[in-house]
T-cell receptor, first 115, second 113 residues
Framework: DADVTQTPRNRITKTGKRIMLECSQT?????MYWYRQDPGLGLRLIYYSFDVKDINKGEISDGYSVSRQAQAKFSLSLESAIPNQTALYFC???WGSGSAGGTQYFGPGTRLTVL | GENVEQHPSTLSVQEGDSAVIKCTYSDSASNYFPWYKQELGKRPQLIID?????GEKKDQRIAVTLNKTAKHFSLHITETQPEDSAVYFC????????????FGAGTRLFVKA
């Protein structure tokens, strides 16, 4: 779905480095989310934002921070990367209300490796 | 807290057979139940969804059923094909909570040719 984009698509970094993953959407959705997926596992919610002024922690927010720079942009930062943050990261968007509310549209993912 | 349980975690079927994946949810206020398919190396994508005002929805070989009393919903795939092989995630959310979504742990479906 080209309407939700993530940069970079792949990133290799070293322990202790600060990393930013970016997500942009052209769908006009108000909700944006960051998920983490480890091999063979499901989707775990890191942070979510219901609008530009509303940021909420998910189930695994420790070690991460986010910024909703605009309705269309939501970035995820790893303050000091550690090896167990090696994972596939997905951004997603959705409407928060209405007949189309709830359906999530995912970006292509960012594969992050922390050495 | 809110929870969605999904079973089985792995399912292997012969091509042409049916596959059924089941989910239960804990929040009785949940009223939107999507199913996502994630092919290897790809992003999850919606394949079918159901809202709580209906009990069943069908789209070609895929159907979803919802039992609100028992708080469970199921995905049914008929006449399975090798391209159905993927990980399937169920999810639940509620409109009063801004549709914050709780995902199941996923089911890896293998369709053997």
């Amino acid at each position: 779905d080209a309407d939700v984009t993530q940069t970079p698509r792949n990133r290799i970094t070293k322990t202790g480095k600060r990393i930013m993953l970016e997500c942009s959407q052209t769908k006009g959705h108000d909700r944006m989310y960051w998920y983490r997926q480890d091999p063979g596992l499901g989707l775990r919610l890191i942070y979510y934002s219901f609008d530009v002024k509303d940021i909420n922690k998910g189930e695994i927010s420790d070690g991460y921070s986010v910024s909703r720079q605009a309705q269309a942009k939501f970035s995820l930062s790893l303050e000091s990367a550690i090896p167990n943050q090696t994972a596939l990261y997905f951004c997603a968007t959705s409407w928060g209300s209405g007949s189309a509310g709830g359906t999530q549209y995912f970006g292509p993912g960012t594969r992050l490796t922390v050495l | 807290g809110e929870n969605v349980e999904q079973h089985p975690s792995t399912l292997s079927v012969q091509e042409g057979d049916s596959a059924v994946i089941k989910c239960t949810y804990s929040d009785s206020a949940s009223n939107y139940f999507p199913w996502y398919k994630q092919e290897l190396g790809k992003r999850p994508q919606l394949i079918i969804d159901i809202r709580s005002n209906v009990g069943e929805k069908k789209d070609q070989r895929i159907a979803v059923t919802l039992n609100k009393t028992a708080k469970h919903f199921s995905l049914h795939i008929t006449e399975t094909q090798p391209e159905d092989s993927a990980v399937y995630f169920c999810a639940a959310s509620k409109s009063t909570g801004g549709f914050k979504t709780i995902f199941g742990a996923g089911t890896r479906l293998f369709v053997k040719a």
